[in-house]
């Protein structure tokens, strides 16, 4: 029962990290690109969290005491990645639209002019 | 094999194919979204190898290495607003 819902986690994770590289590929412009590999990773990278959670939880639970360890970590090092990636993403493409570059196809720049 | 080694493996060829961004992007933030998207690619493959392996330290290198890399994505981004940093 336990491996199934790590199975189910893990699978979600590893297709949405490949989507993500599929859409870096294939997408035309920095600001569709931004929304393919920062979205996509981040919803992955946080069901391979919540496997490793699981994970261990289910070894501490065995009988293993010291394998919780890897369950507190794995909740610090997902709480990382929840704060710092979609920040990073808003700084990249704030340096994008200031350094010129224009979204591909686009009709109307709303900030156009503005600081 | 483990389960997680073979998601690891998985991982690995997310990662290659994000690198060809890396290589051939057109502009500058091009190659800065590619740089982002293999940051956190690797931070899953490090929790995904502590696990694996059942070594607490990787997942705690794994922590340092996300804020660092969340630093150096600022770093770039504030060079190319051209803003004093």
Redesign the interface.
């Known amino acids: 029962m336990i491996w199934e819902i ?2 189910i986690f ?1 699978a979600i ?2 297709i949405f ?2 989507l ?3 859409g ?2 294939r997408f035309p412009d ?1 600001y569709t ?2 929304h393919a ?2 979205k996509c ?2 919803f ?2 946080i069901f ?2 919540l ?2 959670i699981v ?2 939880l289910w070894k501490w639970y065995n009988g293993y005491a010291s ?1 919780i ?2 369950s507190i ?2 909740f ?2 997902l709480i ?2 929840l704060l ?2 979609p ?3 808003h ?2 493409a ?3 639209h ?2 010129g ?1 224009k979204p591909k196809k686009a009709v109307v720049d709303d900030l156009e002019g503005k600081k | 094999m483990n389960v997680f080694m073979l998601s690891l493996v998985m991982l690995f060829i997310s990662i290659a194919i994000a690198m060809v961004r890396v290589l051939l992007g057109p502009t500058i933030p091009d190659r800065v979204v590619g740089l982002d998207t293999i940051n956190t690619l690797v931070i899953a493959g490090m929790i995904l190898f502590g696990v694996a392996t059942e070594e607490v330290i990787y997942i705690d290198v794994a922590i340092v290495y996300a804020l660092l890399s969340y630093i150096t994505t600022l770093f770039i981004a504030k060079y190319l607003e051209g803003g004093k940093i």
Do not use: D, E, Q
């Open positions: 790590i199975y893990l994770g590893i990290n490949l993500a590289s599929i870096l590929i920095v690109r931004l590999g920062t990773t981040t992955g990278s391979i969290c496997a490793a994970y261990g394998m360890i890897i970590h794995s610090f090092a990382a990645i710092t990636n920040t990073g993403a700084a990249i704030r340096a994008a200031k350094s570059v």
